[in-house]
């Protein structure tokens, strides 16, 4: 809880740094404090370039992060978000303590010189780095290194967005990929007290400013689920464009590395030139869309240039979130969305704003598939609960559309395109590569779904298992009875109390025996029981018996244990 704290305290601190440097080189490089509020204007600093001082500014600042990052962390580049998630997944939460300095400048660079990308990308890995080097002074283990990690993320996302719950959730659904009592409790503490030091620094108000909204018409429900499924497909679309950008750069760029961000800046700056008002972060012109100030061939115009914009910035190696761009793309899909609607059907469609700010929402749980994230994340950004109903519905549709396209999300794509799979064994693991198959314990007698309580409280009393699959009369697997279970069930009073093990039969997600044993171990892990049956993939009888034991041992056996002759165990006296 101490260590909880403490993270906590540095995501704050490290969060107010960051907004600090991003706000002084926005200044530096811009001349305002906000560029994308003034879109179009010239720099005061230098007043005989006019607008076209965009052309030089993205280059200038590749010029400084781009040697920075390549010199001494290389996995600052990006948006910060899938390196985190690797750490935790298969790193064991260890994170160099210098990429929480090297993120904090290279991504304050990129965003204040025009950058168009997001700042929790940024903050997640800052704080992350702080919860690993924490951890590893403290010696913790790596359970808790995980979970410091988390801690991290959680303070960083709710100080920068005054988002303590978002944080909160972020780290579980994300980062943590579960939720746990421990962990609920840890980066709570965490986000709670970086909340504190944010809103000391930064007052406590909601990040955005957007007007009341309000349903007006039962219709309206129909067009919000529309406008979900419509997101989810557009969130699937940015992640696709986004990394088809990355490798075009990729496949254009044959100089070092450390130059390409300034390179790559030229063409940023043109896209700047054309459209200003994809300078840095956007947050002023996704409030002027929500408040109904465009056009929709404007907005749909901003729609596409925020996504040339982001994509050119990540893939030119600039360092940022993709967190933003996904709210400032939803909500221009929303708003023309909301246009077009009201257009068709004045007296039900409702207000155009309304459908920007499900838009947001909807648009980043397509992209990144946290659909309790992106809840809350809007409530909190705008303080808007009146729409909370759609904004629900929306975002539900738009997660399962995006899971029916594709497989991947935003975040973890980028770790695919490496070769990284994070359900998979990490490279070079001696546990995770072989086939369940190959690994599996013979099936124990499995139980009837007919028999009685009594009898498969012995059977499980005098099995080896903690739990024993019940088959029905075909021998099809219909799941599995824990020993928990029927003792829980036998302690009720006998007349409220199962009567037979089919009662009981809990139906855990299925394992093949030609899955690979990481993703296996996966599924194991989160099922009752200290056991799961291995069905043959294709009549799906089972065929087998999975457990952690069977797995070790299976590792055992191909790798055989030392022995005295090895000089491995004491000798007895007088040999």
Excluded at 21 to 50: K, M, V
Excluded at 441 to 470: I, M, R, Y
Aim: contains cysteine; glycine residues 14%.
């Amino acid at each position: 809880m101490l260590m909880a704290v403490l993270v906590g305290a540095g995501a704050g601190v490290g969060s107010i740094v960051f907004r600090w440097c991003i706000q002084s080189f926005t200044r530096l490089f811009s001349g305002h404090e906000d560029y994308a509020a003034a879109p179009g204007s010239g720099n005061p600093h230098l007043p005989w370039l006019g607008p076209c001082f965009v052309l030089v500014v993205p280059v200038a600042a590749g010029l400084l992060y781009g040697p920075l990052v390549n010199r001494f962390a290389k996995e600052a580049r990006g948006h910060g978000v899938p390196e985190v998630m690797l750490a935790v997944a298969q790193r064991g939460g260890r994170i160099s303590p210098k990429v929480a300095v090297v993120k904090t400048l290279a991504s304050a660079l990129t965003i204040g010189a025009g950058g168009s990308v997001g700042r929790e990308g940024p903050i997640v890995q800052i704080g992350s780095a702080l919860g690993s080097t924490l951890g590893r002074f403290g010696k913790v283990t790596e359970q808790r290194m995980k979970l410091l990690v988390a801690c991290g993320a959680a303070g960083g996302i709710a100080a920068t967005f005054n988002a303590p719950l978002a944080g909160v959730f972020f780290a579980m659904e994300l980062i943590l990929a579960t939720f746990s009592v421990e962990a609920f409790g840890a980066t709570v503490l965490a986000s709670v007290t970086a909340s504190v030091i944010g809103r000391a620094a930064f007052g406590d108000v909601a990040f955005l400013n957007l007007p009341d909204f309000h349903i007006q018409h039962l219709g309206q429900y129909a067009l919000f689920a529309a406008l979900g499924i419509v997101a989810g497909a557009g969130g699937v679309g940015f992640s696709r464009i986004l990394y088809a950008v990355e490798d075009a750069c990729d496949f254009i760029w044959r100089g070092p590395e450390w130059l390409r961000p300034a390179a790559g800046g030229l063409a940023l700056g043109l896209v700047l030139l054309a459209l200003p008002e994809m300078y840095g972060v956007g947050y002023p012109v996704l409030e002027k869309a929500t408040e109904g100030h465009y056009a929709i061939g404007f907005l749909l115009l901003l729609l596409v240039g925020k996504v040339i914009a982001t994509s050119l910035t990540i893939g030119i190696g600039g360092s940022g979130g993709v967190f933003a761009p996904s709210l400032f793309i939803g909500a221009m899909l929303g708003a023309a969305y909301g246009a077009v609607a009201h257009g068709l059907l004045p007296g039900s469609a409702g207000a155009v704003g309304a459908y920007a700010l499900v838009g947001m929402g909807a648009v980043f749980a397509g992209a990144a598939r946290a659909p309790i994230t992106a809840v809350v994340i809007l409530f909190e950004l705008t303080g808007e609960y009146s729409i909370i109903l759609p904004l629900m519905l929306a975002i539900v549709l738009a997660t399962a559309t995006s899971r029916l396209l594709t497989r991947d999300t935003i975040y973890t794509l980028k770790l695919r395109r490496r070769g990284i799979d994070l359900t998979g064994p990490a490279p070079g693991a001696r546990l995770g590569a072989q086939r369940v198959s190959a690994v599996m314990e013979p099936l124990p007698n499995p139980l009837s779904a007919t028999t009685q309580l009594t009898a498969a409280a012995e059977l499980l009393s005098l099995s080896g298992h903690g739990a024993l699959p019940v088959c029905d009369v075909d021998g099809v697997c219909l799941g599995v009875v824990t020993a928990q279970a029927v003792a829980e069930a036998m302690a009720e009073q006998p007349d409220a109390a199962p009567a037979t093990a089919g009662d009981l039969v809990e139906m855990p997600s299925c394992i093949t025996a030609d899955q690979q044993l990481a993703l296996a171990l996966h599924t194991l892990v989160a099922a009752p029981g200290t056991g799961l049956p291995v069905l043959d993939p294709d009549d799906l009888r089972p065929v087998g018996w999975l457990s952690h034991q069977s797995a070790l041992r299976a590792l055992h056996s191909s790798h055989p244990a030392p022995t005295a002759s090895r000089g491995l165990l004491p000798q007895p006296a007088g040999r």
